[in-house]
């Protein structure tokens, strides 16, 4: 039976009994590994360059309220993603819970856009991390050959970007032996990110001069928004943390936990750290590839910019793992769903893990990663998130009204006006989006729904049950 079907028509207890599998996935996810992947999305590329552009190019000092907006609008969803995930606790984040709530077509459309989304993250994620380890490594005096540093269009004597491709492939493999593995790779990569931000913030403390907040909002509160909705992307990666429900071992109470507790922990550390940067040298002087670098090399801590430019590189690689876990595991539900062949919902007998998504997403991300520019890599990026974002604040909405009864082990507050500010704020922010993005992702679409159409709706628990139902009668 669907999803779809046993929300309507079962308790809780019961979707619980029939929707847990003996022997696909493995339990073994606690509470501070679900953070910590949700954490590994949340801080990366955002906490250690977006922070210096937006303020140098759009909000100025107040890249803080910058991000406080952000995360307001950013909560509205998690805590509606806190709600799903201890009511329907299995892998596909976005997409099971609008497969559960909101019928099988609006699954499949958001499912097949989270799984470009996610895909590409990985692929700008891993472009970015070459960058960061070709910059430690020219600090160390261990550069490159210049045909491995980046994708032919990105500079002269450039062929593929080697360090990207290895980087998603390695990930791939991590994924693949065993969750316990990437997820105990990830809590390192995540403390020792978060060490260094914290380091960012003690060490720079006593170098920050109030002068340099002056003028707070130098580009007006227009700026600071038109900030929010650059950093809003920098503030969504919780959701990756959800699409392990069935690797976790309590996921009913661990998974809402881990969204809120991820979520306020980067925000915390993203709006300190935005203060101290930004105080730490004049704000116009931040857009560039490794602004916190820069500041400390600049107020000559050359061993603080050692350590970030080092943790930045571990920080990222934990980005690339959250989205591909993520990735792998949409592709895995929606196979299991029929949607797509069975062939990708089987698990190695050995690992229990998805490998078959796993590794093939791992491979294409490596191709895009190698021999693509990562401005066209990610212009594509946001609209998906923004999508499933607004379906799942909607869904909240709707189940409320259809389903009551079901129990939940966490409840958005305010309904319905939480979701609705998460529905106002994507929609907002989707029509930011520039119109070359909405062409390709219009196209990607169109691929998909056919898709769909000739495959999906054909082979789909649904129409399995819909010919069950025609036999019989």
């Not at 805590?79 to 995930?85: G, I, R, T």
């Not at 070459?130 to 490159?144: K, T």
């Not at 996921?251 to 993203?270: C, F, H, K, N």
């Amino acid at each position: 039976m669907s999803l779809q079907a046993l929300v309507r028509t079962k308790p809780l207890e019961e979707l619980q009994s029939e929707m847990h599998r003996p022997g696909q996935f493995r339990r073994v996810l606690g509470l501070w590994q679900l953070t910590s992947i949700g954490l590994g999305g949340l801080i990366g590329v955002g906490i250690f360059v977006l922070t210096g552009v937006v303020a140098a190019t759009q909000a100025g000092p107040a890249v803080s309220l910058s991000f406080v907006i952000a995360g307001v609008a950013s909560a509205a969803a998690a805590l509606c993603y806190a709600e799903f995930a201890g009511m329907i606790p299995v892998a596909g984040s976005a997409y099971t819970y609008a497969y559960a709530v909101l019928g099988e077509l609006v699954a499949w459309v958001i499912g097949w856009d989270l799984l470009l989304e996610y895909a590409l993250v990985v692929a700008v994620v891993s472009i970015g991390w070459s960058g960061y380890l070709q910059a430690l490594l020219n600090q160390l005096g261990m550069g490159l050959p210049a045909w491995a540093m980046g994708a032919p269009a990105t500079g002269a004597g450039h062929v593929v970007d080697l360090a990207a491709m290895l980087a998603s492939l390695a990930v791939a493999g991590l994924l693949t032996l065993r969750i316990e593995w990437g997820a105990r790779f990830n809590a390192t990569m995540v403390v020792i990110k978060v060490a260094a931000v914290i380091l960012v913030i003690a060490a720079g403390l006593p170098y920050v001069h109030a002068a340099n907040w002056r003028p707070f909002m130098p580009y007006g509160f227009g700026g600071v928004v038109e900030g929010a909705a650059v950093v809003f992307f920098a503030v969504f990666g919780y959701d990756t943390l959800t699409t392990a429900a069935e690797e976790a071992v309590d996921p009913q109470r661990q998974l809402p936990r881990a969204v809120v507790l991820s979520l306020a922990i980067s925000l915390v550390l993203y709006v300190a750290m935005s203060l101290v940067l930004t105080g730490l040298a004049p704000y116009d002087t931040l857009n560039n590839a490794a602004p916190v670098a820069a500041a400390f090399t600049a107020i000559g801590l050359p061993w603080v910019t050692l350590i970030v430019s080092a943790a930045a590189v571990a920080g990222i690689a934990s980005v690339m793992l959250a989205f591909l876990l993520g990735c792998a595991r949409i592709w895995f539900a929606m196979s299991r769903d029929g949607l797509l062949p069975a062939w990708f919902a089987q698990v190695h007998p050995r690992f229990h893990t998805p490998h078959r998504p796993t590794l093939i997403a791992g491979a294409l991300t490596a191709l895009v990663a190698g021999f693509f520019p990562i401005r066209e890599v990610a212009e594509l990026v946001n609209i998906g998130t923004l999508s499933a974002f607004a379906i799942i604040c909607v869904a909240v909405i709707v189940l409320r009204r259809t389903r009551p009864d079901v129990k939940r082990t966490f409840r958005t507050p305010l309904v319905p006006w939480t979701p609705l500010a998460g529905v106002g704020f994507s929609v907002w922010l989707l029509s930011k989006l520039p119109a070359a993005a909405w062409e390709r992702f219009v196209v990607w679409m169109a691929f998909g729904l056919l898709i769909y159409f000739s495959y999906g709706r054909r082979h789909s628990v649904l129409a399995k049950a819909r010919g069950d139902r025609r036999g019989s009668a």
